[in-house]
Structure formats: C-alpha cells, structure tokens
C-alpha cells in the first residue's frame, strides 16, 4: 500500500504543479496590442486650400503624387473617413476633383451636377460633410467649355425648347447669363464664372454651413490649372 499510496502523492503534487503552472500563464499577461491608431488632425480651411492648390500644381505640371491610394490606406478608411475638403463641382468627365487636386482616397468628399447646379441633394450633402465630418473647407469648381453652360447660351440665343430634366440647369444657369450677356469677353466663360460665383454664395449664405470656409475656383482645360475666383 505504501508505493501505492507514494505514488498517489506523486501524480496529486504533479497535477497541481500544472494547474498552478497554467493558472499563472493565464494570469501573466501577454505582448500589448498595438494602440488603436490617432486619428489625424483636423486641418484649417487655409491648409485644406493650400493642400488642393499644391496637388493642383503637381497635375497641372504633370509630376502627381497619386498619394493614398494602397491597401493601407483602404483599411484604415474601412474604419472612418476625415476628408479635407468639399468639392462642389461639373460631372463632366475632365475634371475629377480627385484628379484635379492630386488627391487620394478618403481626401476629398465630392458631390457634382452638369454645371455644379445645386438642388437639395447637394446641399444635404454638403451639409453632411459639413457638419458630420467636420470638413473645414467647401470648394466650388467650374471649367471652361462646360455643356451646362454651353446648352443654356444656345437655348436663351434660339429660344428652343429644353428637354426634359435638362430644364432645371437652364434654370439654375440662366440668371447667370442673363447678367453677364452684356460684359465684355466671352459669354460662355463669364457666364461660367458668375454662375460659379454664384453657386458659391448661395452655400456661404446658408448658415446651415457657417462653420466651414466656401471658396469657388476655375479649372482651365488646357492648362489643369485651377485658380480662385473673386
């Protein structure tokens, strides 16, 4: 019975040596996980327009940056987003804001019509980023030789009946032209930049968007350069 009863206290002292063993492993605490990452600083609406203006030069130069846009970055934007920046600006193929301003992604929240036309789609839109993004800065961008502006001289010049839903643009445009068909210059450009112009002012004077800064530019074709509007 003695060896029998050695050995019970044996494989007892052993198993309790393992389960203290485990318990203390258990209760040791392991690598620390990385922290969760900062998220970055808010720019200033000077900066944010600093930032589009520097892009802008580098793809109006041809050296962009095309910053942004690899698979870190997408998983990070998974996560949340902190855009520096509204753009208001024209569908038309030429000038995506992205592009444009050398911008990656996660950079810029864009919403765009023929001709920036506003409508409240838009506006909430913009609103949206305003106010729930924080984005400190709204840019609104027109071009030369815009079809929006193009087809709204051409209907005031004939009197043509517009088609369908292409009726609101020749609305939201035609004030525009109106007041600059007398100016100096090329209609279709004056009018370009009274209606930009306008578009911005309508956002400034909305207090909806009073905490950000709202600016206008034109983007020339020819040239990808943009510069602010008066």
């Known amino acids: 019975m003695v060896p029998n009863r050695r050995a019970f206290l044996t494989a007892t002292a052993v ?4 389960a203290a063993s485990a318990t203390a492993a258990a209760a040791t605490p392991g690598p620390l996980s990385p922290p969760p990452p900062t998220p970055p600083t808010a720019p ?3 900066t ?7 892009g802008n030069r580098r793809y109006a130069t041809g050296r962009p940056r095309h910053p ?10 998974a996560a949340e987003q902190h855009p520096i920046a509204v753009v208001v600006g024209c569908i038309d193929s030429r000038v995506p804001p992205e592009l444009v301003f050398d911008q990656g992604l996660g950079d810029l ?10 409508d409240e789609a838009v506006l909430a839109s ?7 993004l924080h984005i400190p800065l709204v840019l609104v961008l027109g071009h030369e030789r815009c079809g929006a502006i193009a087809a709204t001289l051409e209907h005031l010049r004939t009197g043509a009946p517009v088609p369908g839903h292409l009726r609101l643009l020749v609305d939201e445009i035609t004030p525009a032209a109106r007041r600059t068909r007398s100016a100096p210059g090329d209609w279709a450009e004056q009018t370009m930049r009274a209606h930009t112009a306008w578009v911005r002012d309508a956002i400034r004077a909305d207090p909806a968007f009073d905490p950000a800064h709202v600016a206008a530019a034109r983007c020339d074709l020819d040239t990808g350069v943009v510069s602010l509007l008066p």
């Open 15 to 18: 198993g309790a040596l393992a």
């Open 109 to 118: 929240l864009c919403t765009r019509t023929a001709g920036q036309v506003l």
């Open 44 to 46: 200033t609406a000077p």
């Open 68 to 77: 942004r846009e690899g698979r870190r970055r997408r998983r990070v934007l």
């Open 126 to 132: 913009v609103q949206y980023g305003v106010e729930e």
């Open 48 to 54: 944010a327009l600093d930032e589009l203006l520097a």
